[in-house]
């Protein structure tokens, strides 16, 4: 009769047919049949109840899908032959035989009892299935030699499943100083930590994980910050400095195949160590030659190495290595943006993005006050005026850096001097001019503010007829020099007046009293008055 396939739920419909028609298909298909092609074989042995010449047997139906197994073909070649031909010479074999045959194609589905599922590979399954047979005292032996081969396949599937174990810790990074804790790398507080746990065997045969092998904490507490995913990655952030030693469990989780699910555990040991501070948060600006310096320092305290990872210093300048000092001259103007690197032996590393623009240097213009003269103001007497720079970066801003500025006048934000003294002294102040990047320079502004112009000189001394007569007007106060002016009156006959130097001179012809008004102006226009009597004797 023709054969009929055998099924099983989720597996390829497996076809048993007498050993005829199976011969004359082998003779076509040998050549042909693909190494991972189903091969099924059947065996029988013979069961005595009591005295009964009746005879029953067992037969059982292997179909294996995978190459990988390991089972040769002579041993299916032998199994396949188990069964009598339904022709052969004797009757009630060829009955038993029929009815065994017609029984496994029968109800193949509730024969079946156990299958080997493994998707990374095929299907492999094991098939008993019942059958009656009359056969001769052979069926024990080929029963014994198929009981074997289960024996091996479940000896393999057992093997697999309790071999699953975690690799070796260098593939994941950490390190073994014994066999019974496992230390991996030390992290920081506020740097990115991540460990990828690997697995090897176990009955999906992982290497690093696979679909079918899955991680967790079976006891103990990861660091703060850190998770673990299911497939085996240890990420995050660590928030707190500490040791924490947590058990980490990986299990294979196929079914159907593995009777009980295949698990371990191991414990690690994580250190997680106070993250590195790397100050100042900026640097100064440098100056086209001008000598730079500045000192980047890291707590907590150690032995720490600094390196340049991405940027350029500004030509000119250069890192320290070992405590961080950048120093030299810069050469030329233009920004320079650099990260930092600080790394300590416990491997702890911070890294800060830092800034230096170079320009050249300020100069500032001499100051020109209106209301002054010579470094010289007066009581009373507005000053204004506005300070330059040239250089630098941007704009700058003016401040009083040193010094005090005469009572009454201010340095505006701007540059700009202005408002009237009301105090005579001699005064110095110091104006600075800083740009956008903190790049500063200063000038000396030295004033001398005068009390107001007034007539020293309060009356003239008496002249004589005939005889030379000088008298020289003084003033105090106001700024110089002074310019003089008689506004009105008379002089006497034969008597001078010199504006430039303020000087009466001359012989008097007659005598009398004479009267004259006059005015002294200094170099800031200031102006004086005062009318003298000058008496003439004879």
Not at 199 to 213: F, I, K, L, Q, W
Not at 217 to 235: D, I
Not at 287 to 304: F, I
Not at 494 to 501: M, N, S, V, W
Request: aromatic residues 6%; hydrophobic residues 35%.
């Amino acid at each position: 009769m023709p054969a009929r396939p055998a099924t099983r739920s989720g597996s390829t419909p497996i076809r048993l047919e007498p050993p005829k028609a199976r011969s004359a298909r082998r003779s076509r298909t040998d050549s042909s049949r693909s190494p991972s092609a189903s091969r099924c074989c059947t065996s029988s042995f013979r069961r005595r109840a009591g005295r009964s010449s009746t005879t029953a047997s067992t037969a059982f139906a292997f179909r294996l899908q995978s190459p990988r197994v390991g089972v040769s073909e002579g041993a299916f070649a032998s199994c396949r032959s188990s069964l009598p031909e339904p022709g052969s010479a004797s009757s009630s074999k060829r009955r038993s035989s029929a009815r065994a045959w017609r029984s496994l194609s029968a109800s193949p589905s509730s024969s079946c009892s156990h299958c080997l599922n493994k998707p990374d590979r095929g299907r492999t399954c094991l098939l008993p299935c019942r059958g009656l047979e009359a056969g001769g005292g052979g069926r024990v032996k080929r029963f014994a030699l198929v009981f074997a081969l289960v024996v091996v396949l479940a000896g393999l599937v057992v093997a697999a499943a309790s071999a699953l174990a975690f690799s070796d810790a260098s593939d994941f990074g950490c390190k073994t100083p014994n066999d019974v804790v496992w230390t991996c790398p030390t992290g920081s507080v506020g740097t990115p930590y991540s460990v990828q746990f690997k697995a090897r065997a176990g009955c999906s045969d992982p290497v690093g994980g696979g679909p079918y092998v899955k991680y967790s904490v079976a006891s103990g507490g990861l660091p703060p910050g850190l998770s673990l995913s299911s497939s085996g990655l240890l990420s995050g952030t660590p928030t707190q400095a500490g040791t924490w030693e947590p058990w980490i469990r990986v299990e294979d989780y196929v079914e159907n195949w593995c009777a009980d699910t295949a698990h371990t555990e191991r414990q690690f040991i994580f250190n997680v160590l106070t993250g590195l501070d790397l100050e100042p948060s900026s640097v100064p600006p440098g100056t086209v030659g001008a000598s730079y310096s500045a000192t980047l320092s890291v707590t907590p305290a150690g032995t720490h190495t600094f390196a340049v990872t991405a940027g350029a210093l500004p030509p000119g300048l250069a890192l320290d290595a070992s405590n961080g000092a950048i120093s030299g001259t810069p050469t030329t103007v233009g920004s320079y943006p650099f990260k930092v690197q600080v790394s300590d032996t416990d491997g702890r590393s911070i890294s800060r993005e830092y800034n230096i623009n170079v320009a050249n240097p300020i100069a500032i213009s001499p100051p020109a006050l209106q209301g002054q003269r010579a470094g010289r103001g007066e009581v009373g007497i507005a000053l204004s005026g506005q300070l330059t720079a040239t250089g630098g970066n941007g704009a700058f801003t003016w401040t009083v850096a040193g010094g005090t500025p005469p009572t009454g006048v201010t340095l505006g934000a701007d540059g700009t001097v202005s408002g009237t003294p009301s105090v005579a002294g001699n005064y110095t102040f110091t104006a600075q001019a800083a740009d956008v990047d903190g790049r500063t320079a200063t000038v000396n502004i030295p004033l001398t503010v005068a009390s107001n112009l007034s007539f020293k000189t309060l009356a003239l001394k008496p002249a004589k007829v005939g005889k030379l007569y000088t008298a020289k007007l003084k003033t105090i106060g106001g700024v110089a020099p002074v310019k003089w002016k008689i506004l009105g009156g008379k002089l006497p006959r034969g008597i001078r007046f010199d504006k430039k130097l303020g000087v009466f001179a001359g012989t008097p012809k007659r005598e009398g009293t004479y009267r004259v008004s006059v005015q002294a102006t200094d170099a800031l226009g200031v102006t004086s008055k005062k009318t003298f009597v000058l008496v003439v004797k004879t």
